[in-house]
Nanobody
Framework: QVHLVESGGGLVQDGGSLRLSCKAP???????????INWYRQAPGKQRESVAS???????TYADAVKGRFTISRDNSRKTVYLQMNSLKPDDTGIYYC?????????WGQGTQVTVSS
């Protein structure tokens, strides 16, 4: 079963922008609206790390490395969370995943590749 679907990745130059999307096509809307949705990323040879989160009440948190450059938002009518990424750097390169937790179980999308060239 596909719980989350990410899209929007690609190749961009240093300083460029991308907007990632994370859709939850199978989740019941009332459940989706209450869920915290997270973005993670994994660079080659590194551990997966948290990037940003947004609660059902639209409270946001960011990793220090992306504060001021990335913006997370959600459109509950579309069951979609967005990650607007500006001023991208080569260090932002990696596979970006969205995630939510439901009763102790983590659900992940398949990921979308972001590559920032210098």
């Amino acid at each position: 079963q596909v719980h989350l679907v990410e899209s929007g990745g690609g190749l961009v130059q240093d300083g460029g922008s991308l907007r990632l999307s994370c859709k939850a096509p199978r989740m019941i809307t009332s459940v989706y609206n209450s869920k915290t949705i997270n973005w993670y990323r994994q660079a080659p040879g590194k551990q997966r790390e948290s990037v940003a989160s947004i609660t059902g009440g639209k409270i946001t948190t960011y990793a220090d490395a992306v504060k001021g450059r990335f913006t997370i938002s959600r459109d509950n009518s579309r069951k979609t969370v967005y990650l607007q990424m500006n001023s991208l750097k080569p260090d932002d390169t990696g596979i970006y995943y969205c995630n939510y937790n439901d009763w102790g179980t983590d659900y992940w999308g398949q990921g979308t590749q972001v590559t920032v060239s210098s």
